[in-house]
């Protein structure tokens, strides 16, 4: 079954950077897109980041210029790369992809900025 995986959250002081990794398992990646959402404490998940197959980005404006998503299909793997970080980015983050109309996530990492 397909399985998404995520991992490299943790604690940063504001600045600084985390790398998050998503490893997807039982599902032809490369034809996939592939999304970062993230949800806050008391607040709805948000879209952050999507990369198609032919490696087109979109970004959330909160993110810009701060956040790029990349992907390995190679490695059935997704990336997002996070500088500059803000309190405001504390959240987890899941990733995300759909196939057939199923939507699947993974099961979140946490990332938590503090001031």
């Known amino acids: 079954q397909v399985q998404l995986v995520e991992s490299g959250g943790g604690v940063v002081q504001t600045g600084g950077s985390l790398r998050l990794s998503c490893a997807a398992s039982?599902?032809?990646?490369?034809?996939?897109?592939m999304g970062w959402y993230r949800q806050a404490p008391g607040k709805q998940r948000e879209l952050v980041a999507t990369?198609?197959?032919?490696?087109?980005?979109n970004y959330a404006d909160s993110v810009k210029g701060r956040f790029t998503i990349s992907r390995d299909n190679a490695k059935s793997t997704a990336y997002l790369q996070m500088n500059s970080l803000k309190p405001e980015d504390t959240a987890v983050y899941y990733c995300?992809?759909?196939?057939?109309?199923?939507?699947?996530w993974g099961q979140g990492t946490q990332v938590t900025v503090s001031s």
């Open positions: 995300n992809l759909n196939r057939w109309g199923i939507s699947y």
């Open positions: 039982g599902i032809i990646f490369s034809n996939k897109v």
């Open positions: 990369i198609t197959t032919s490696e087109g980005t």
